[in-house]
DNA sequence: GCATTACGCTACGAGTCGTAGCGAAAGCAT
DNA sequence: ATGCTTTCGCTACGACTCGTAGCGTAATGC
């Protein structure tokens, strides 16, 4: 790891304000012209940069995004309700927030879309993105197994699948419900949702 | 509707099969470059028409991926297996297999990332892609309701509302599963969602 | 034949890409 | 302070794609 300042380098050290500044150009970039017609050399105007300097940090316009998007997605936490149906409530909630803003909406597709042709990059997206998401997942249910609102699980591996599942459904329905069927995933939704899955989850053990 | 040819119009008449071979080049394009690499000019050369012609008929990138990629959907049907967990199987495991070829991934997934910002864009979609699979939805529930193995609805409203509900978790869930976990929506998978699914509908009406 | 429309081809300005080269700036070490 | 090293901003560049215009030709209906 010698990523921001590598304090054992000799020579200037990169700019650690150039870095917010690009991501946050990028999401602005996203808003105001969608992920087709970005163009890097508007994000480093934008950022205040040179074209050259963004360059040097970023191999092209994917793993930028990506990076910019996946500070969206940092502010996701798991909150502790009671019970689980109003955690998962909580954590759908803040998800559907996120996605319901432009710059995730337009920016996460799009890169996930490349992906499927790009290893590095879904795995870029998989280790800043989707495993934040998916660990949420796995404390949520240990909690609620703690709580006995669900079975423990005895096989690992059993256990692996079905919060692969879990995370599968509720990110892949919130979604499509935001991108898809373009609706808002608001609180009455979620509650629906919620229920369905609940009731699925307990009557299926 | 004038689309094909018009019939009651003058002059030389527009080639269907310049259409056919256009949308096959476009999903060829899309399998051997992605998204974002495909130009509407290597397309052209592909169908072995010239580029004038495709924008005569198309007015950009994402109309004709749109209309590529909806052919691919268009096999879809509902089965009738007996009862409605083997219903539901069946189709998901049809649309699991679609969305597995490379051109559904990388092409649905980037329109849907464009129509964020482009509302003729979704407006397009909708038609062409995604009513035709929530009409399945609609059918299938019919059906069991028919079968008696769900209870029938009362309020229109309440049952248009679940249906949503539903296509948003039936085809979110395996589209999440196919292009963001990149694992393979295979029976295993399909059985386990499929049975958290139901009992979660049943238990939770 | 005649009008009408679609087609193939060529050419064009505009815009973007990603990179190279340069001098200046900002740190660390002695 | 004085170097040494790395980053930064700037300019310029060839290559490529875009979407359109213009023109002559091909294929229909009347």
Redesign the pocket.
Known sequence: MQSS?P?????????AA??TAILAATREALVDLGWS??????V?MRA??????????W???NELVVDAVAELFDQLRLPDRGTLAADIEGVVLQFAAILARPEAKSGLMAVVAESTRDDALRERIRASIVDRQKRLVVEGRARAQARGELPPETDPAEAARTADLIFDVVAGAVVHRTLVSAEPADEEWVRGFTRVLLHGLASAA
């Open positions: 300042t304090a054992g380098r000799a020579g200037r050290p990169r700019s150039a870095d017609k970005l163009t890097l050399g508007d480093a205040g940069v040179a074209k050259t300097t963004l360059y040097r940090r191999s092209g316009k």
